[in-house]
T-cell receptor
Framework: DTGVSQDPRHKITKRGQNVTFRCDPI?????LYWYRQTLGQGPEFLTY????????KSRLLSDRFSAERPKGSFSTLEIQRTEQGDSAMYLC??????????FGNGTRLTVT | GENVEQHPSTLSVQEGDSAVIKCTYS??????FPWYKQELGKRPQLIID?????GEKKDQRIAVTLNKTAKHFSLHITETQPEDSAVYFC??????????????FGKGTLLTVNP
C-alpha cells in the first residue's frame, strides 16, 4: 500500500498522559497536514508542513500539542497532558504541487 | 476565516434516484473545492474536485457545479447505488503558491441509498 499510513490505529490513554502519533506520507509528497475529526463533524485543520518546515498552525493547536517533521518525510504529533476533550480521530494527509490531499486512515484517540 | 455550510445533514434516496448535496462558503479567496466520501471507520477519499476557473465538472455518475458569484457549489450523484451510501464532505481552500492546503470542511451529509 503506497498511501498515507498512520500508527497506531487506536490509542486509549488516561487523562494526563502524553501520547505520540506517527504519519508516513506518500513518498513523493512534500506537503503534510494534520487534521482532527470528532464524531459527526468534518475534519478540522491543525497544522501543515512543507518539507520539514511547519508553515501554519491552527488556533485549535494548543501549547500541549506539538508536531514535527524532522527530515521532511514522516511526521509525529504529540499531545501532552491529555484531556478528555482531546478524544478524536487524528487524520494525516499529504500532497504535492496541485495534487489533492490524500488522507490516511487516522489514529483514533480515546482519553479516559 | 473560511466557513463552509453543508445541507442536508442526512439524505435518503431510492436506488437509481439522484442525490444532490449543497454547500456554501464565505471566503471569496477560496478557489479550490473538493468533495470527499467517507465510509464508516475509513479515510476520507476524494471523489471529485473543481477549481474556480470552471463552473462544472463531471466524472461518470458524479458531477460538481460551482457558482462563485453566489459562493455555492453542489455535488450531484445520478443513478445512485447502495455502495454510494456514506458520509460526503464538501470543502473549500485558498490557493497558495500554486498548491491547495488548509481545507475547511462542511459538517457532512449522511447519504443512504435504499435498495
Amino acid at each position: 500500500d503506497t498511501g498515507v499510513s498512520q500508527d497506531p490505529r487506536h490509542k486509549i490513554t488516561k487523562r494526563g498522559q502524553n501520547v505520540t502519533f506517527r504519519c508516513d506520507p506518500i513518498s513523493e509528497h512534500n506537503r503534510l497536514y494534520w487534521y482532527r475529526q470528532t464524531l459527526g463533524q468534518g475534519p478540522e485543520f491543525l497544522t501543515y508542513f512543507q518539507n520539514e518546515a511547519q508553515l501554519e498552525k491552527s488556533r485549535l493547536l494548543s501549547d500541549r500539542f506539538s508536531a514535527e517533521r524532522p527530515k521532511g518525510s514522516f511526521s509525529t504529533l504529540e499531545i501532552q497532558r491529555t484531556e478528555q476533550g482531546d478524544s478524536a480521530m487524528y487524520l494525516c494527509a499529504s500532497s504535492s504541487g496541485r495534487s489533492p490531499l490524500h488522507f490516511g486512515n487516522g489514529t483514533r484517540l480515546t482519553v479516559t | 476565516g473560511e466557513n463552509v455550510e453543508q445541507h442536508p445533514s442526512t439524505l435518503s434516496v431510492q436506488e437509481g434516484d439522484s442525490a444532490v448535496i449543497k454547500c456554501t462558503y464565505s471566503d471569496s479567496a477560496s478557489n479550490y473545492f473538493p468533495w470527499y466520501k467517507q465510509e464508516l471507520g475509513k479515510r476520507p477519499q476524494l471523489i471529485i474536485d473543481i477549481r474556480s476557473n470552471v463552473g462544472e465538472k463531471k466524472d461518470q455518475r458524479i458531477a460538481v457545479t460551482l457558482n462563485k458569484t453566489a459562493k455555492h457549489f453542489s455535488l450531484h450523484i445520478t443513478e445512485t447505488q447502495p455502495e454510494d451510501s456514506a458520509v460526503y464532505f464538501c470543502a473549500a481552500s485558498p490557493n497558495s503558491g500554486g498548491s491547495n492546503y488548509k481545507l475547511t470542511f462542511g459538517k457532512g451529509t449522511l447519504l443512504t441509498v435504499n435498495p
